[in-house]
C-alpha cells in the first residue's frame, strides 16, 4: 500500500454514496411536463369499463375523461392523448365514424378542450382502425389490400374534422407513405395552420400492442406488417423520418419505446424537431403483471423504464402511467 493511499485513485462510487448526491450529478432527470397521457373514451357507456389486460386503465365515459383531464393539469403533464372507441355497430369498411363531426372522439376532443382550455395540449389519434369492420389503419382495395392512397383521402378529412372539434396536435399513426404531406396540406386549406402534427415515424409491428387492441375494441382481421415498419430494420427508420420532416411534421415519434430504444437513440440524434416515445400497452402490462406476482417492485420499474426512454433521447414520452408518474415526482 502506498504511503499516500491505496489503489485505485480514481472512484466512481464517490459519488454514489448518498441519494441527495446521486440525484446533483443525475444526468437524466424526469419532470412531469415530459409526460403524456394516451386516454381512451367509450361510446354508450354509462360507467368506466376496466380494460383487463391494461390493470388502472379504462374505457372513459365522456365525462370521467373531463375528470381524467382535469388530473392531468393539477399533475403538470403536458398532454393528453385521446382515442375514440366507437359503438360496434357504427363500424364499417370506411371508417365513416371516424370522420363524422359527432363522433365519439370528436365529442371527447370537444368536451376536454372545454374543460380544460389551453391548460392541456389536447392530441388526437388520427388513424381508422378504431372505426374500421375489418380493423385496419386504412381502407382496403378489392383484393383486401389496404389501399395508401384511397386512406389518404380518409386521412385528410379526419384531421379537418379533429381541427375542427379541438385538437392542438394530430397524431397520423397509420403508417401510410405520404400521410403527413396530405394531412399537413388538409389542415392549411381550411385555415388550421396553428394545428401541429406529430408524426409516428417509425411505428413498429410489434407483439406489445396485444393489450391496445382490447382497449379500442379492435376488430382486426389479418396483421399489420404490410404497412408498419419491420422489427428487424433500424436504418428505414431513419428513412422515415426524412421523409416526415420534409414533408412537415412538427414533432416526430418511436412506437414502441422500451424495445426500440436503439431506434429512439438515432431518431433523437438525427431530427431537428421534438422527439417523443411511446410506452405502449404491452409494456404497461408486463411491469404491472410482474409487480403483481411479486417479483418486480411495481414503482421502482416504472420509474426505471421511462428514465430509460429519456436517457435514449425522448423529450416527450406518452404512458399510462403519467399523471401517477407526475403526482409521484411533484412529490419528491
Known amino acids: 500500500m502506498s504511503a499516500y493511499g491505496s489503489f485505485p485513485g480514481a472512484r466512481p462510487r ?20 415530459d409526460l403524456i397521457l394516451p386516454a381512451f373514451v367509450r361510446e354508450g357507456v354509462a360507467e368506466p369499463v376496466p380494460i383487463g389486460a391494461m390493470p388502472g386503465v379504462v374505457q372513459h365515459t365522456r365525462d370521467t375523461l373531463r375528470k381524467a383531464a382535469v388530473e392531468a393539469v393539477s399533475a403538470g403533464i403536458s398532454g393528453i392523448m385521446l382515442f375514440g372507441v366507437p359503438e360496434d355497430a357504427k363500424k364499417d369498411a370506411l371508417g365513416t365514424a371516424g370522420t363524422d363531426p359527432d363522433g365519439i372522439l370528436q365529442q371527447a376532443l370537444r368536451d376536454v378542450r372545454s374543460e380544460v382550455g389551453d391548460e392541456l395540449v389536447v392530441m388526437s389519434d388520427l388513424c381508422l382502425d378504431e372505426y374500421t369492420d375489418h380493423g385496419h389503419c386504412g381502407v382496403l ?23 375542427d372539434a379541438g385538437a392542438h396536435v394530430v397524431g397520423p399513426s397509420g403508417m401510410m407513405d405520404g400521410q403527413i404531406g396530405v394531412i399537413r396540406d388538409a ?22 400492442y396485444g393489450p391496445f387492441r382490447e382497449a379500442v375494441g379492435s ?8 404497412y408498419q ?13 426524412a421523409l416526415d420532416l420534409a414533408e412537415g411534421a412538427d414533432m416526430v ?22 422527439v417523443a416515445a411511446y410506452q405502449i400497452s404491452g409494456e404497461y402490462a408486463m411491469i404491472e403483471a410482474a409487480a403483481e406476482k411479486g417479483w418486480i417492485d411495481r414503482d421502482a420499474a416504472i420509474m426505471e423504464s421511462l428514465t430509460g426512454i429519456r436517457r435514449a433521447g425522448a423529450r416527450m414520452i406518452l404512458t399510462y402511467w403519467a399523471t401517477e408518474v407526475a403526482q409521484r415526482l411533484n412529490r419528491g
Do not use: C, W
Request: glycine share 4%.
Open 253 to 274: 415519434m418511436v412506437k414502441p419505446a422500451g424495445p426500440y430504444l436503439d431506434i429512439l437513440a438515432k431518431v433523437a440524434e438525427s431530427a431537428d424537431v421534438p
Open 229 to 241: 415498419q419491420d422489427p428487424a430494420n433500424a436504418r428505414e427508420s431513419l428513412r422515415e423520418l
Open 141 to 163: 382495395d378489392a383484393e383486401g389490400r389496404v389501399d395508401n392512397d384511397a386512406t389518404l383521402e380518409r386521412y385528410a378529412e379526419m384531421a379537418q374534422v379533429q381541427a
Open 219 to 226: 376488430s382486426l382481421r389479418g396483421d399489420r406488417k404490410t
Open 14 to 33: 464517490r459519488l454514489r454514496t448518498m441519494p441527495a448526491l446521486r440525484r446533483m450529478v443525475a444526468e437524466t432527470r424526469l419532470h412531469p411536463a
Open 187 to 208: 389542415l392549411d386549406t381550411i385555415g388550421r395552420e396553428d394545428v401541429a402534427v406529430l408524426a409516428y415515424t417509425a411505428k413498429y409491428t410489434s407483439a406489445f
